[in-house]
């Protein structure tokens, strides 16, 4: 057997289309479309050519974006007067701080001070306070956790009823896809650092999302087989035959992990184009709001 690659470009592009239907459909009701803020502080190569990314996929499905780019040494205070009259402004309707901060920042300060109607990242406390909550419903879910979903979601994957394994347990990634894989009732574990005798639990799962940062270390024959498997790690590895000298890879071994696995996402290609895709959805849903057409 051999899987089924589940195409998260495609899926991605896919979604964009939708999206720019609906920003067309708000700019002739209502003249406006949807505005989106990205805060960047400092030279971090890594965040610049995210925010670049996050910037061409505004353009691409007409979402204004507003580019703020502030220097590494900015003060706490200065920052968040930064945040605050973003929160003021009526054509931004979604407003990203990009991570990591400088160390002298607080992050959870700054996250915090972003208003609950613009937090499209999913970061602030009452979103991912209401997500681990039975019958609340957070303004925004984190992105890259809501991709996942839709990755399931597109890709025909019943989730209700099923046994569902998380290997990571981070704020980001690993706790709000475990908390929507509970809404959606499947059966959950969460496995960590701490947890014995992992590839026995992971045989169990009919979805396994591997988000632990370390490369290519789930095998096939951790995987029971027909199951999904959705892959969110990026791991540089070093690779002489190259031409940056390092390939990508995921925290899941693809080449032994297709021969057992039902659908199976790529690294490059599978979750990553979804997180820039949700944050267009979050943004294009809070301005909904914003103008009452939700």
């Known amino acids: 057997m051999t899987a089924q690659i589940i195409d998260g470009k495609a899926i991605a592009a896919t979604i964009r289309g939708e999206i720019k239907a609906e920003v067309?459909?708000?700019?002739?009701?209502?003249?406006?479309?949807?505005?989106?803020?990205?805060?960047?502080?400092?030279?971090?190569?890594d965040?610049?050519?995210?925010?670049?990314?996050?910037?061409?996929?505004?353009?691409?499905v007409g979402i204004t974006s507003f580019g703020y780019d502030?220097?590494?040494?900015?003060?706490?205070?200065?920052?968040?007067?930064?945040?605050?009259?973003?929160?003021?402004?009526?054509?931004?309707?979604?407003?990203?701080?990009?991570?990591?901060?400088?160390?002298?920042?607080?992050?959870?300060?700054?996250?915090?001070?972003?208003?609950i109607e613009k937090d499209v990242d999913g970061f602030h406390p009452l979103n991912i306070g209401r997500l681990s909550m039975k019958g609340r419903d957070p303004l925004f879910v984190p992105?890259?956790?809501?991709?996942?979903?839709?990755?399931?979601?597109?890709?025909?994957?019943?989730?209700e009823?099923?046994?569902?394994?998380?290997?990571?347990?981070s704020n980001i990634v690993g706790l709000p896809v475990a908390m929507l894989l509970l809404h959606r009732n499947?059966?959950?574990?969460?496995?960590?650092?701490?947890?014995?005798d992992i590839p026995a639990v992971t045989r169990n799962a009919d979805i396994l999302i591997a988000a632990v940062g370390r490369a290519e270390m789930v095998k096939g024959d951790w995987i029971k087989p027909?199951?999904?498997?959705?892959?969110?790690?990026?791991?540089?590895?070093?690779?002489?035959?190259?031409?940056?000298?390092?390939?990508?890879?995921?925290?899941?071994?693809?080449?032994?992990?297709k021969e057992v696995a039902g659908k199976l996402t790529?690294?490059?290609?599978?979750?990553?184009?979804?997180?820039?895709?949700?944050?267009?959805?979050?943004?294009?849903d809070g301005a909904k709001r914003a103008y009452g057409l939700s």
């Open 70 to 115: 502030l220097p590494g040494d900015i003060s706490q205070e200065e920052l968040l007067k930064v945040v605050q009259e973003l929160n003021d402004n009526p054509d931004v309707h979604g407003i990203l701080v990009q991570l990591p901060l400088p160390k002298h920042i607080n992050e959870e300060e700054v996250l915090a001070a972003i208003s």
């Open 186 to 196: 499947a059966t959950l574990t969460i496995c960590h650092s701490r947890t014995p």
């Open 47 to 60: 965040s610049q050519t995210y925010v670049r990314m996050k910037k061409r996929a505004c353009e691409e």
């Open 266 to 284: 790529p690294v490059p290609g599978g979750v990553g184009p979804m997180t820039i895709a949700m944050l267009l959805r979050n943004t294009m």
């Open 161 to 169: 009823g099923k046994n569902a394994v998380v290997l990571g347990r």
């Open 226 to 257: 027909g199951a999904a498997v959705i892959d969110v790690g990026v791991n540089a590895v070093d690779d002489p035959t190259a031409k940056k000298g390092y390939r990508l890879v995921g925290d899941v071994d693809f080449d032994s992990a």
């Open 143 to 159: 992105c890259t956790p809501k991709g996942v979903i839709e990755l399931l979601d597109r890709s025909g994957v019943t989730i």
């Open 24 to 45: 067309d459909d708000m700019r002739a009701k209502t003249g406006k479309v949807p505005g989106l803020a990205a805060v960047l502080v400092g030279d971090r190569k």
